[in-house]
Protein backbone atom coordinates (compact mmCIF):
# COMPACT_ATOMS: atom_id res chain seq x y z
CA UNK A 1 0.00 0.00 0.00
CA UNK A 2 3.13 2.41 0.82
CA UNK A 3 4.79 1.68 -2.06
CA UNK A 4 1.67 2.40 -4.59
CA UNK A 5 0.93 5.79 -2.72
CA UNK A 6 4.97 6.86 -3.07
CA UNK A 7 4.55 5.73 -6.98
CA UNK A 8 1.08 8.10 -7.30
CA UNK A 9 3.36 11.23 -4.96
CA UNK A 10 6.28 10.43 -7.71
CA UNK A 11 3.93 10.41 -10.63
CA UNK A 12 1.73 13.35 -9.52
CA UNK A 13 4.83 15.32 -8.68
CA UNK A 14 6.52 14.56 -12.42
CA UNK A 15 3.29 15.46 -14.28
CA UNK A 16 3.19 18.56 -11.92
CA UNK A 17 7.32 19.51 -13.12
CA UNK A 18 6.59 18.83 -17.07
CA UNK A 19 3.34 20.91 -17.24
CA UNK A 20 2.75 23.75 -19.01
CA UNK A 21 1.38 26.01 -16.34
CA UNK A 22 -0.46 29.12 -17.95
CA UNK A 23 -2.72 30.78 -16.17
CA UNK A 24 -4.78 33.96 -17.26
CA UNK A 25 -5.92 36.63 -15.18
CA UNK A 26 -8.71 38.91 -16.61
CA UNK A 27 -9.44 42.63 -14.93
CA UNK A 28 -11.51 45.56 -16.03
CA UNK A 29 -10.96 48.53 -14.65
CA UNK A 30 -14.44 48.97 -13.12
CA UNK A 31 -17.71 47.55 -12.80
CA UNK A 32 -20.06 49.88 -13.80
CA UNK A 33 -19.70 52.42 -16.85
CA UNK A 34 -22.08 54.43 -19.09
CA UNK A 35 -22.90 54.41 -22.48
CA UNK A 36 -20.35 54.61 -24.79
CA UNK A 37 -18.00 54.84 -21.96
CA UNK A 38 -14.45 53.42 -22.78
CA UNK A 39 -14.34 49.70 -21.17
CA UNK A 40 -10.64 48.65 -20.39
CA UNK A 41 -9.82 45.18 -20.27
CA UNK A 42 -6.37 43.37 -18.66
CA UNK A 43 -5.36 39.65 -19.41
CA UNK A 44 -2.39 39.13 -17.88
CA UNK A 45 -0.86 35.52 -18.71
CA UNK A 46 1.17 34.14 -16.13
CA UNK A 47 3.21 31.58 -18.10
CA UNK A 48 6.98 29.41 -18.71
CA UNK A 49 9.17 31.93 -20.16
CA UNK A 50 9.96 29.55 -22.92
CA UNK A 51 6.38 29.59 -24.41
CA UNK A 52 5.73 31.92 -27.27
CA UNK A 53 2.12 33.85 -27.04
CA UNK A 54 0.15 33.92 -30.38
CA UNK A 55 -1.28 37.54 -30.02
CA UNK A 56 -5.45 36.95 -30.93
CA UNK A 57 -6.72 38.85 -33.83
CA UNK A 58 -9.91 40.44 -32.27
CA UNK A 59 -13.06 40.82 -34.43
CA UNK A 60 -14.84 44.14 -34.72
CA UNK A 61 -17.50 43.58 -32.26
CA UNK A 62 -17.43 40.87 -29.12
CA UNK A 63 -20.42 40.44 -28.13
CA UNK A 64 -22.40 43.54 -28.05
CA UNK A 65 -19.08 46.00 -27.67
CA UNK A 66 -17.37 47.61 -30.24
CA UNK A 67 -13.61 46.58 -29.87
CA UNK A 68 -11.30 49.98 -30.46
CA UNK A 69 -7.91 49.15 -29.35
CA UNK A 70 -6.24 46.21 -28.69
CA UNK A 71 -2.39 45.93 -27.24
CA UNK A 72 0.04 43.22 -26.16
CA UNK A 73 2.99 44.13 -23.72
CA UNK A 74 5.48 41.34 -24.21
CA UNK A 75 7.24 42.40 -20.87
CA UNK A 76 4.40 42.52 -18.76
CA UNK A 77 3.30 39.15 -20.34
CA UNK A 78 -0.10 41.56 -20.72
CA UNK A 79 -2.80 41.46 -23.37
CA UNK A 80 -5.13 44.86 -23.16
CA UNK A 81 -8.57 45.28 -24.79
CA UNK A 82 -10.61 48.49 -25.21
CA UNK A 83 -14.69 48.48 -25.84
CA UNK A 84 -17.13 50.54 -26.30
CA UNK A 85 -20.86 49.29 -25.68
CA UNK A 86 -23.98 51.12 -27.44
CA UNK A 87 -26.42 49.14 -25.10
CA UNK A 88 -27.53 49.38 -21.56
CA UNK A 89 -28.25 46.88 -18.98
CA UNK A 90 -25.42 43.81 -17.71
CA UNK A 91 -23.45 43.38 -20.75
CA UNK A 92 -21.44 40.00 -20.98
CA UNK A 93 -17.63 40.29 -21.95
CA UNK A 94 -16.89 37.15 -24.09
CA UNK A 95 -14.06 35.38 -23.35
CA UNK A 96 -11.11 35.00 -25.77
CA UNK A 97 -8.65 32.28 -26.42
CA UNK A 98 -4.95 32.45 -26.45
CA UNK A 99 -2.85 30.46 -28.45
CA UNK A 100 0.60 29.20 -27.15
CA UNK A 101 3.28 28.14 -28.88
CA UNK A 102 6.61 26.05 -27.04
CA UNK A 103 9.35 26.32 -29.65
CA UNK A 104 11.47 23.90 -28.63
CA UNK A 105 9.00 20.92 -28.74
CA UNK A 106 6.64 22.73 -31.51
CA UNK A 107 3.84 22.14 -28.88
CA UNK A 108 0.79 24.42 -28.95
CA UNK A 109 -1.74 25.56 -26.20
CA UNK A 110 -4.82 26.98 -25.93
CA UNK A 111 -6.21 29.06 -23.08
CA UNK A 112 -9.18 30.69 -22.35
CA UNK A 113 -9.88 33.64 -20.64
CA UNK A 114 -12.93 33.93 -18.08
CA UNK A 115 -16.13 35.40 -19.52
CA UNK A 116 -16.95 39.13 -17.58
CA UNK A 117 -19.82 40.99 -16.92
CA UNK A 118 -20.17 44.44 -16.35
CA UNK A 119 -22.91 46.96 -15.89
CA UNK A 120 -23.78 49.84 -18.50
CA UNK A 121 -25.94 52.59 -17.40
CA UNK A 122 -27.44 55.40 -19.67
CA UNK A 123 -26.17 58.69 -19.00
CA UNK A 124 -28.69 61.34 -17.06
CA UNK A 125 -28.99 64.97 -18.94
CA UNK A 126 -29.98 66.46 -15.84
CA UNK A 127 -27.10 65.35 -13.78
CA UNK A 128 -24.47 66.07 -16.14
CA UNK A 129 -24.14 69.67 -17.01
CA UNK A 130 -21.46 69.34 -20.30
CA UNK A 131 -24.40 67.03 -22.08
CA UNK A 132 -27.22 69.71 -20.67
CA UNK A 133 -25.40 72.53 -22.92
CA UNK A 134 -24.86 70.19 -25.82
CA UNK A 135 -28.28 69.44 -25.85
CA UNK A 136 -29.46 72.62 -25.41
CA UNK A 137 -27.25 73.89 -28.11
CA UNK A 138 -28.74 70.76 -30.07
CA UNK A 139 -32.42 72.22 -29.54
CA UNK A 140 -31.51 75.66 -30.62
CA UNK A 141 -30.14 74.44 -34.10
CA UNK A 142 -33.20 72.39 -34.05
CA UNK A 143 -35.11 75.69 -33.92
CA UNK A 144 -33.39 77.69 -36.00
CA UNK A 145 -33.72 74.73 -38.94
CA UNK A 146 -37.32 74.74 -38.75
CA UNK A 147 -37.79 79.03 -38.80
CA UNK A 148 -35.52 78.46 -42.59
CA UNK A 149 -37.70 75.86 -43.64
CA UNK A 150 -40.45 77.08 -42.74
CA UNK A 151 -38.53 80.73 -44.89
CA UNK A 152 -37.57 79.03 -47.51
CA UNK A 153 -41.26 76.78 -48.19
CA UNK A 154 -43.23 79.89 -47.78
CA UNK A 155 -40.89 81.76 -50.50
CA UNK A 156 -41.62 78.58 -52.48
CA UNK A 157 -45.16 78.86 -52.27
CA UNK A 158 -45.12 82.68 -53.37
CA UNK A 159 -42.73 81.67 -56.13
CA UNK A 160 -45.21 79.19 -57.41
CA UNK A 161 -48.46 81.56 -57.18
CA UNK A 162 -46.67 83.87 -59.05
CA UNK A 163 -45.35 82.26 -61.87
CA UNK A 164 -49.50 80.16 -61.75
CA UNK A 165 -50.57 83.55 -62.15
CA UNK A 166 -48.25 84.59 -64.70
CA UNK A 167 -49.02 81.71 -66.56
CA UNK A 168 -53.15 82.20 -66.32
CA UNK A 169 -52.72 85.74 -67.59
CA UNK A 170 -50.55 84.17 -70.37
CA UNK A 171 -53.34 81.42 -71.14
CA UNK A 172 -56.07 84.19 -70.96
CA UNK A 173 -54.06 87.09 -73.42
CA UNK A 174 -53.88 83.96 -75.91
CA UNK A 175 -57.00 82.94 -75.98
CA UNK A 176 -58.05 86.25 -76.61
CA UNK A 177 -55.41 86.71 -79.84
CA UNK A 178 -56.98 83.99 -81.57
Known sequence: MRIHIFFVFLILSINYLFAEDIKITTSVSKDTFFIADKISLK????????????????PTFLGTCEVVKTSYDSLSSSFFLDLISFETGEIIIL????VFEDPKSN???TRTSETIAVQVKEIELKNNPTLKEIQNNFLEEKQLNMRFIIIVVAILC???LAIYKFYIKRKKNNEKNI
Open 43 to 58: YHIDKNNDLDVVVPQM
Open 95 to 98: PITF
Open 107 to 109: KIF
Open 158 to 160: LAF
